[in-house]
Nanobody, 125 residues
Framework: QVQLVESGGGLVQAGRSLRLSCAAS????????MGWFRQAPGKEREFVAD????????YYADSVKGRFTISRDNAKNTVYLQMNSLKPEDTAVYYC??????????????????WGQGTQVTVSS
């Protein structure tokens, strides 16, 4: 079974930065697209960013474009989400997600094979 473990969440002032990490184990990491989703209380889980299995392409939700950067280090079986210029509306539980083999991205919950347990990000004004 694949295990995804997120870390790096916390409480931060608006305008500051956080870097989330997701460490994967259980199957070949380098052949799977990876993504980040988030869910705020009372809201549906929403897409944030993803990266292709090759690392050659990335895609971002409009709400985070220009502020967040997704990257991966296959040697460490880890995907990252660098979050800059954080806003209170970014407050949510952030979930790491692994898509299916050789996919260019993972953009919908239905495309997710495995989820991490989530890490809380809280942005204060």
């Amino acid at each position: 079974q694949v295990q995804l473990v997120e870390s790096g969440g916390g409480l931060v002032q608006a305008g500051r930065s956080l870097r989330l990490s997701c460490a994967a184990s259980g199957r070949t990491f380098s052949t799977y697209a990876m993504g980040w989703f988030r869910q705020a209380p009372g809201k549906e889980r929403e897409f944030v960013a993803d990266i292709s299995w090759s690392g050659g392409s990335t895609y971002y939700a409009d709400s985070v474009k220009g502020r967040f950067t997704i990257s991966r280090d296959n040697a460490k079986n880890t995907v990252y989400l660098q979050m800059n210029s954080l806003k209170p509306e970014d407050t949510a539980v952030y979930y790491c997600a692994q898509g299916r083999r050789l996919r260019v991205g993972v953009r919908e919950p239905g495309e997710v094979d495995y989820w991490g347990q989530g890490t809380q990000v809280t942005v204060s004004s």
